[in-house]
């Protein structure tokens, strides 16, 4: 079962009672409000799937106090089902953790006809999607709690960077960018477990893991459990990157390595992996990993490879790549790493 990252809305008849072009006064339905709050406190994020006047829609979201909800809200007179997959892509995120939410059986039709993966519910069922187990994530992190925020956040940052003048590296620059990689602790393995379930195009072998198994991992004394985070001149991006180490007598193997996709822009994608050759090199050992491709994987493995990994041994599905001990990454001269004992 996927738990669902994104709650995508219609709005006439579904968040309000009526059809907004034909009654200015629509009234929130009963209900919504409360799933609205519910589902954000467990990171779940809103956006909107409406054929409407877009004008006219937000001023009223805004009016029933409720606009500050909905992130990358798609309002026009197109299908819905582009607007679904305008969401997904919006947030990167897999179409197959969105659910729609809709009045009308034609509109959720055509959905789960273009997107099959999408969980489509009746707006008669509004009060009941709390309790649905997709809308239920095991844990509730304190970057669940921030979730909206932090994408608030990089929606500043967009259009910072859509109106900046210069080259990428130069807003980079200007962001004044701090990633932080240390040891992971107990009070951040809920977390770890969450960005394992919830990271499908930037994790290296599609593995999850549970709070049981990262904590055994984490008091392991032959195994690295480390965590990074990211933050810059507009907040917090939480905890963005996991990594899993193996540490045998002649070669360490990375048996995980993933990254929030909400930093894939960001350049910082091969840091961690960095930091991992360096110390390696350090330690006086080989750096092995595990590559396991997925249908999304693939910019892991792209990742991989310009550090410097080359396929070594093959066992099923499973890929060993292995550093060639020769390059080592620097640091992007854009961002200030710390590296925490």
Not at 6 to 18: A, E, P
Not at 238 to 253: F, M, N, P, Q
Request: some cysteine; overall charge negative; charged content about 30%.
């Amino acid at each position: 079962m996927t738990t669902v990252k994104c709650v995508v809305w219609d709005l006439d008849d579904t968040v309000w009672d009526g059809i907004l072009l034909e009654d200015g006064d629509v009234k929130l339905r009963p209900g919504v409000l409360d799933v609205l709050r519910t589902l954000d406190e467990r990171g779940i994020l809103h956006s909107i799937a409406s054929r409407n006047d877009p004008a006219a829609a937000l001023a009223k979201l805004t009016e029933l106090g409720i606009a500050d909800y909905f992130l990358h809200p798609q309002i026009h007179w197109g299908s819905k089902s582009d607007s679904v997959r305008a969401v997904a892509e919006a947030f990167n995120i897999g179409i197959d953790t969105l659910a729609f939410v809709d009045d009308q059986p034609f509109e959720r039709d055509e959905v789960r006809f273009a997107h099959p993966a999408v969980l489509c519910v009746d707006a008669l069922d509004v009060e009941r999607i709390p309790g649905m187990p997709e809308m239920r994530p095991r844990f509730v992190t304190a970057d669940s709690r921030e979730r909206r925020h932090l994408y608030r956040a990089d929606i500043r940052r967009k259009e910072a960077q859509d109106v900046h003048h210069g080259t990428d590296e130069e807003f980079l620059a200007s962001l004044s960018m701090r990633f932080t990689i240390g040891p992971a602790a107990e009070r951040d393995l809920q977390r770890a477990e969450e960005l394992t379930v919830r990271t499908n195009q930037l994790n290296a072998t599609g593995y999850t893991y549970s709070y049981e198994e990262l904590d055994a991992f984490r008091r392991s004394p032959g195994h690295d459990l480390l965590v990074a985070g990211l933050e810059d001149r507009y907040g917090t991006y939480g905890k963005i990157g996991l990594a899993l180490v193996e540490r045998g007598e002649d070669a360490w193997t990375v048996k995980l390595l993933l990254m929030s996709c909400r930093v894939m822009s960001r350049g910082v994608g091969s840091v961690l992996l960095g930091h991992l050759i360096r110390a390696a090199h350090a330690a006086g050992v080989k750096l092995r990993a595990e590559f396991v491709p997925t249908d999304r994987n693939r910019t892991m493995f792209v990742t991989y490879k310009f550090a410097g990994f080359t396929q070594v041994a093959a066992d099923g599905e499973v890929s060993v790549l292995e550093h060639d001990g020769k390059h080592l990454p620097g640091i992007p001269p854009y961002m200030d790493v710390t590296v925490e004992d």
